[in-house]
């Protein structure tokens, strides 16, 4: 389809979280209007800190917000892994120049609301996009020539194609799929603090994880070092239903008996926590049905063990509008590309994130024998095994699919 006849089209995206705000650019950058339906009352977003390694920068950078989240990221000097039962270092891997040069962009960490601004001034400066909120999507029909996705209201808005970017709960993937998120059994709480609250020997420039037996901390500044972001994750003793409330102290003590004193000190600064009971799925071999797709935790919702699943929701969208300029706006065929290159990605970042989880929260032998893992590699040789994670490429995002 010829490029100018692209602007007489339009795509609803749904869900107005990072990776349907991204959606929206990759595909207004392809002359292609969205309507971007958003079932709170505001776009907004809510959380605490995330980690953004180069691939997401990568991605950034390709939607026309990398500089604005770069002039909102604090740009740590490490990824450091500590053993938070003895309080011994078990591996730092450097995130300076050094990674810089290695992988094309840094690695940093931001507030979550500063990196959804980000890409929603991105949106809102560009004409072809608009969004509209207070809008809960219930239903979705097709044909061969257009979607249309129906409210709580029972309005329906028709497009060219739909794309669901709603979250581990998807509205869009259960009129696809019909299948349900499995819960970890891990919790994870979160908090943020102001330094002022952060005990002075903690006050690190580096994403901290303080390793524990079924349990971890991790510690990072954001906000210029103004605020630092705190979260703590179990394995709960009760049976968990995925999603996000209130959490108290006396249950986070609770399950961090026999840490270290420097990291324990750390669960006394918040004033108030949110508590998120956690959900991921075994990985799809589909997403794509028709002029229906979907993209971030509605395809993939996965652990947060390797801070990947913003960077993955904005590789998929810039995946996907590259598959729709691939394709000459085919939506049919250019989703089926997009599913191809992303599925096999996605599900390796999945499994990695649950395979490192068992890292982080070894205990007896396995603690021991993950202590000794990392013995004297060098820089280098940690680049290289995380070349695959962090060196994605734009240029390369289609290859391997068929």
């Known amino acids: 389809m010829p490029q100018t006849s ?9 869900g107005g979280g990072i990776g349907g705000l991204a959606a929206a650019l990759a595909i207004a950058r392809q002359n292609i209007a969205v309507l971007l339906l958003e079932q709170a009352p505001q776009i907004g977003e809510i959380g605490a800190g995330i980690q953004l390694g180069a691939n997401a920068f990568t991605a950034l ?12 990221t604090v740009y740590t000097d490490s990824l450091t892994l500590m053993d938070a039962v003895d309080a011994k ?11 810089r040069k290695r992988f094309g962009n840094p690695y940093g960490v931001i507030h979550r609301a500063d990196i959804h601004l980000s890409i929603f001034e991105a949106v809102q400066g560009n004409p072809l996009i608009q969004f509209r909120t207070d809008t809960q999507i219930r239903q979705l029909e097709q044909s061969e020539r257009g979607v249309t996705v129906i409210d ?7 497009a060219d194609a739909v794309i669901g970017a709603d979250g581990v709960k998807s509205a869009v993937r259960a009129a696809l799929h019909g299948d349900e998120p499995t819960p970890t059994g891990h919790v994870v709480y979160r908090a943020v603090v102001n330094v002022e609250n952060m005990p002075k020997d903690l006050q690190i420039n580096s994403p901290v994880v303080w390793a524990g037996p079924r349990c971890h901390l991790v510690h990072y500044p954001l906000r210029g070092g103004r605020e630092y972001n705190l979260v703590v994750t179990f394995h709960s003793r009760q049976r968990e239903v995925w999603g996000v409330t209130d959490g108290s102290k006396e249950e986070v003590l609770s399950y961090f008996e ?7 000190q750390m669960l006394d600064r918040p ?5 998120w009971a956690t959900a991921d799925r075994d990985p799809a071999d589909q997403w794509s049905f028709g002029r229906a797709t979907i993209l971030g935790d ?30 000459d706006g085919d939506f049919v065929a250019a989703f089926k590309l997009y599913e191809q290159a992303r599925i096999p990605r996605t599900a390796r970042v999945l499994w990695s994130a649950r395979e490192m989880g068992r890292v982080y929260h070894a205990k007896g032998v396995e ?36």
């Not at 692209?6 to 749904?14: S, Y």
């Not at 270092?89 to 990674?99: K, M, S």
């Not at 893992?373 to 068929?402: H, I, M, N, P, S």
């Open 271 to 275: 004033t108030s926590w949110r508590r």
């Open 61 to 72: 950078d390709a939607l026309g917000a990398g500089e604005a989240a770069r002039n909102r």
């Open 152 to 158: 709580q209201h029972g309005e329906r808005y028709t």
């Open 298 to 327: 509605a395809a993939h919702p996965m652990t947060q063990y390797l801070a990947q699943g913003a960077c993955q929701a904005l590789e998929d969208a810039v995946t996907l509008g590259k598959a729709i300029e691939a394709t």
């Open 6 to 14: 692209r602007a007489h089209r339009r795509v609803i995206v749904v």
């Open 89 to 99: 270092e078990i591996v730092r891997i450097e995130t300076g120049d050094a990674y």
């Open 367 to 402: 603690r021991l024998v993950r202590n000794q893992l990392w013995v004297g590699r060098t820089r280098d040789q940690f680049y290289d095994a995380l070349e695959w994670l962090y060196g994605w490429r734009v240029e390369d995002c289609l290859k391997g699919a068929v």
């Open 258 to 264: 026999g840490i270290h004193p420097l990291p324990h």
